[in-house]
């Protein structure tokens, strides 16, 4: 199993732009998780779905940032527009009943 | 909302020394997961532990779900054990896990 694939792994962008994260869960694993970590706040959950649907989008910041699962095998992470303070590193999660979570590797977004 | 308290915040040790890393949690749990953050950012799962203890080379973790705490034990400490530890915790009612604040581990040879 590849794990829990994100990417790009790294993304610089002008404030402003639209910023698109994607995600590949472990098959199988009926949950996929969105955080986001800064040194200020740790780690935050922004959102999470079970079997490709939202469940708590309660920690997704403003409107500026979406997330979408059209299906078991892909989600996406979108803001838009941009700003400076969305630098951070994000990651996606996917868990299984009894599993536990596995993480991807994360995408390091920088916005200037 | 539940809370989840590590400690120590920061631990630096010798390399070849022993450590526990702890766990406290406010509420009763469903289950509990230890991570390590290593320095290139990185979140791997170390154990899936709601109850019990499990072992695995020179790591093992304890909880104590009825008492509301885990502890995370390293032996023979490495400089690549490096990094910041998480303690996660899913409520009964969801399967949203909550980390706490970490704690953050230097190996010095």
Redo the contacts between chains.
């Keep these: 199993d590849a794990g829990v694939i994100q990417s790009p792994r790294h993304e610089v962008t002008e404030m402003g732009q639209e910023v698109t994260l994607r995600c590949k869960p472990i098959s199988g694993h009926d ?1 996929l ?1 969105w955080y986001r970590q800064t040194m200020m706040r ?2 935050e ?1 922004l959102i ?1 779905f ?1 079997n490709n649907v939202p ?2 989008d309660s920690g997704m910041p403003e409107d500026r940032f979406s997330a979408k699962m059209p299906n078991a095998s892909f989600s996406t992470l979108k803001i838009q527009p941009s700003e400076p303070r969305d630098s951070a ?1 994000y ?1 996606c ?1 996917s ?1 299984a009943e ?6 991807g ?2 995408t ?1 977004l920088t916005v200037v | 909302g539940i809370q989840v308290e590590q400690s120590p915040p920061d631990l630096i040790l010798q390399e070849g020394a022993n450590s526990t890393l702890r766990c406290n949690f406010s509420d009763s749990v469903n289950n509990l997961q230890w991570f390590h953050q290593n320095p290139w950012g990185q979140l791997i799962n170390l154990f899936y532990i709601p109850s019990g203890t499990k072992q695995n080379g020179r790591l093992s973790a304890t909880t104590v779900a009825t008492e509301r705490y885990s502890l995370l034990y390293i032996s023979s400490s490495q400089t690549t054990d490096s990094g910041v530890y998480f303690c996660a915790v899913e409520l009964r009612t969801g399967n949203q896990f909550y980390f706490g604040t970490g704690t953050s581990l230097t190996v010095i040879p």
């Design positions: 949950y998780f740790g780690l959950l999470y079970n469940i708590d590193v990651f999660a868990s009894a599993y536990g979570y596995t993480f590797s994360g390091r």
